[in-house]
């Protein structure tokens, strides 16, 4: 007997002895004696529905950080009428408002996992398209008040991005395994091809129309962000076993939504405390780049770096993203490689006087932030399995959110101070190097065989038939990288 099992399913499984996948579906949750053995088989890597999903992650990933990448415009015209209406350091306030836009995403991604465990993948992306298409909508009416900017596309629309985010990545493991890597980098180029689009519209809009119209012009696309949240329902094929008690029921759902078991990877645990240190100054060139491009090389075209930034960006995703599929290829040391990059382009940054030079700088830096960002997903899978993917992803994100918060306000309150961008820029460059640099912890931690074959990206021990035990992931449980 088959059944279509709930959306969460993927963030309830277990694993018996035998190394044959458990999974507890909605009927134990009410109460009723079903226990379900899963018996699909791999992820059917390609189908109309896989490449709808893929679409779907795709405009996803577009969408959402098209318009957050895109600050930097915002920014100068939101700084302009902040100083106008006599706003006390206008240039750190409105730095604030997008700042706060990324650090909501990556803060409130371990509740976006979270709540894949109750609603699921499918509901919780919806969820997210509709609070951010909320966001933008009600910032039209605000776009003068900063306090309610921070709020409106600050939190809100931070929000509703952060609860879309995390599902459209997650989503993937279902239905691709071979080339997950690749997928993914194609996924991620969403946000490249967005960027390179959004600030000619975005300023376009501004000028033509002014923040307000713009606004709602975003609030129409965003809006498509909920549709594609429709498509991300997971895979995975039942049938009817034996009965599982009402209290051990209630104990592995607590277990699997808390994700207690990932911390006890110890891989998992140095890469999640190592990348809030390397993203402090990440998002700091995003929205500073274009204000600093006007006071250095007055008479150039401030947008087209950033657009170039994002061609890049787009090429490393697709490149790093297909690496990442090679056995061959250690993913962690890939975007160890990426930050030494990414840090070493922010430091120089400020000191290149040509701007031709000043682009080809941008476009290095460009290539290797496309390798961090596309190998997010790949690393976290390989550490955790994708039945954790969500709850690795959004964990680590949520330890990122501060830092990536509190960066560009704090390069924005230097330039007031120094009134030059060069000591916000190398110290935004210093973070990726030293975040970069404590990874190498990682590899001193001994991953050993595991006792057991691989279920779909983890192991099973062997040693005993208890259901509970076999919820832990021990260090011996991810597939090495």
Partial sequence: MTEEPEESSDLLATYKKDGTQLTIT??????KSNNVENTSSEPPDGGFRAYLVLIGSFLTNGLLFGVINSFGVIYVDLEKILVTEGVHNAGTRASLVGSLAMGTTFFLSPLSGTLTGFLGLRMTAVLGGSLATAGLLLSSFVYKNVDALCFTYGILYGMGASLAYTPSLAILGHYFKKYLGLVNGIVCIGSSVFTVIMPALIQHMNHQYGLEWMFRVLTVFTFGIALCGLLFKPIALTKIEK????????????KKILTVEIWLNKKYRYWALSMPVALFGYFVPYIHMKAHIGEVFKNSDSNLPIQCLAVTSGVGRLLFGYLADKKWVNNIFLQQLSFYIIGTMTIILPFIGSFPLFVVAVLVMGLFDGAFIALIGPIAISLCGSQYAAQAIGCMLGMAAPP??????????????YNSYTIPFVLAGISPIVGATLMFIIRFQKTPKPSHPAANGRTASARNGDIERNLTLRESDPAPL
């Avoid at 009965?243 to 607590?254: A, N």
């Fill in 26 to 31: 909605q009927n134990n949750l009410n109460g």
């Fill in 404 to 417: 990536l918060s509190f960066g560009p306000p704090f390069a924005a309150y230097l330039h007031s101070v």
């Fill in 243 to 254: 009965p599982l008690s009402e209290d051990r029921c209630f104990k592995t759902i607590v």
